[in-house]
């Protein structure tokens, strides 16, 4: 639902026991602005959802931009942030491609898809096949600034298609986030992406990131004329994983040429093909991440009496 436009903000905030509003020993007066102005965007966001995999090339953007949009379509203030530094594809996958990044007040502008909040580091490349190298300490200081020098006004959700892999970038997405409501990964069912999957998981616990499920995608190939099921890699590596390791497994995207083709076409299928498969599981981790953020809500409401 749309939020509140009331609600707290940091520099109203009167609440002495937030970390941001004291100095930190040995902080300069630059470091605590900093500081003070990413608690201030963060305090913005209900919601923050990280999508992760083990590996690249699985299908996590395409998972993170349709789950944007679905929560978006049911009414929800949603962000959108591209943290996959060097292979941004949040703007193709929306049709966003050479949109400019406009700045007001000294912040940046999202790019608006509908209703939708979009950023991307693609947006700020001159082309598509500019590279961008950026070492370790600047990827951290690029992902803190796609959340402080952003105008993202208050959020519902905001939706993290994080690197892949489990090192320096999805852990300093982690670290800026401060606090993750939920992480969903995608993996494909062969046996390489199930590895490292498990590694993704075990990264989860670790930095203490709670899981929503697994997403296997690609798994099986549906024959749009016949409707009949090739499973090109082995299925259900997804499910084996989810059960071994405790999560749960929130279902399986088959490969569809509708979602392949919507996706080059910056079309996100749960708008475009409502009645795919791939748009049914996509519904149904919207309502696990709806019903499970409403159940911790309800837990703080009876803490606070
Ligand atoms: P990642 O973010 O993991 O690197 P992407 O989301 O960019 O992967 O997906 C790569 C490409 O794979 C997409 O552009 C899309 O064309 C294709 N793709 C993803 N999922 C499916 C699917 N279920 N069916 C068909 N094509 C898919």
Known sequence: MKSDKGSKQCSTCKDSSCSASKRRPGETDEEFEARRKLASKLCGIKHRLVVLSG????????????????????????GLLDVDIHGP?????????????????????????????????????????DAVIWRGPMKAGVI???????????????????????????????????????????????????????????????VGVPIVGVIENMSGFVCPKCGEVTNIFKTGGGQQISESMGVPFLGAIPIEP?????????KPFVK?????????????????????????QNDLSSAAG
Not at 154 to 164: A, G, I, N, Q
Not at 258 to 266: H, I, K, P, R
Request: glycine share 8%; proline share 6%; hydrophobic share 40%.
């Open 272 to 296: 475009y093909f409502p009645q795919s498969r791939a748009t049914e599981v996509i519904y149904k981790v919207v309502e696990q991440i709806e019903e499970s953020f409403k159940s911790k």
């Open 89 to 129: 594809s949040i703007p193709t996958l929306l049709g966003l491609e050479g949109e400019p990044i406009y700045g007001e007040k000294g912040e940046l502008l999202p790019v608006k898809y509908n209703g939708l909040k979009v950023i991307s580091p693609g947006f700020l490349l001159h082309s598509q096949d």
């Open 258 to 266: 509708n979602v392949a083709s919507a996706c080059d076409n910056g």
């Open 144 to 206: 803190k600034q796609f959340i402080a020098d952003v105008a993202w006004g208050e959020l519902d959700y905001l939706v993290v298609d994080s690197p892949p892999g489990t090192g320096d970038e999805p852990l300093s997405v982690c670290q800026v986030l401060e606090r993750v409501d939920g992480a969903v990964i995608v993996t494909t069912p062969q046996k390489v992406a199930a590895v490292d999957v498990r590694k993704c998981i075990t990264f989860c616990r670790k």
């Open 55 to 78: 590996k690249g090339g699985v299908g996590k953007s395409t998972v993170a931009v349709n789950l944007a949009i679905a929560l978006s379509m049911k009414n929800h203030e949603v």
